[in-house]
């Protein structure tokens, strides 16, 4: 049995859930919550030595993070869906576009952090509107070529739809209203991946 460390509120746990739910190994991992809040986790801290979620442990005791990794493992278990083309463009695009998804989480995750860590009175607004810049950029880049997928979605579709249930939660969804093109993929993918609404959380 695997374990895997997360949160339920964490947007690159909620990736590796999903993908593990789409090549249906998610029932070979035990799901263990982590709490990245405590400054000295050493219980997490010795699973993975940065203190940070996700983290997959596997039987033999191997521990895999980031989520990236941790999905492309899970990837590697069953032939069917394939989330990671093997080679050549349409490997480097599925990359890509996960990295984007990534940035998009890192970027809002920060904002979150801003606001948790710091008295108001010490926010710093330029730091601030930096990561919102990363974040409106990178969805005015998403609203104008939407990533489409073919027989179904990819590891970089996951991410990308996992930024966006991101915003939802944490940034009140405040995207939709100026993203339309973007509002009717999240629907058509959330259509395609059930798992992505079996994970949704609520803060």
Not at 66 to 71: A, T, Y
Not at 97 to 120: C, N, T
Not at 167 to 172: G, K, N, V, W
Request: glycine fraction near 6%; proline fraction near 6%.
């Amino acid at each position: 049995m695997m374990k895997l460390l997360s949160s339920p509120l964490s947007p690159f746990g909620r990736k590796v859930k999903i993908v593990a739910r789409m090549k249906g190994v998610l029932d070979q991992i035990r799901i263990e919550k982590a709490d990245t809040n405590v400054a000295d986790n050493r219980a997490l801290k010795k699973e993975n030595p940065l203190g940070k979620i996700p983290v997959l442990v596997l039987a033999n005791g191997t521990q895999l993070f980031d989520s990236h990794v941790i999905c492309e493992y899970l990837d590697s278990l069953k032939p069917q869906p394939r989330l990671f083309p093997a080679a050549g463009a349409e490997r480097f695009n599925t990359l890509t576009l996960g990295a984007l998804g990534d940035g998009i989480m890192e970027a809002a995750l920060l904002l979150v952090y801003e606001k948790r860590f710091r008295p108001e009175d010490k926010w710093v607004a330029t730091w601030m509107e930096r990561q919102q810049d990363k974040i409106d950029e990178a969805l005015a880049h998403l609203e104008q070529n939407p990533p489409l997928w073919g027989v179904s979605p990819d590891y970089g579709h996951v991410a990308i739809a996992c930024a966006l249930g991101y915003l939802d939660l944490r940034l009140e969804g405040k995207w939709r209203a100026t993203h339309p093109k973007l509002v009717k993929w999240l629907e058509q993918f959330a259509a395609a991946v059930p798992a992505f609404e079996e994970t949704k959380a609520v803060a």
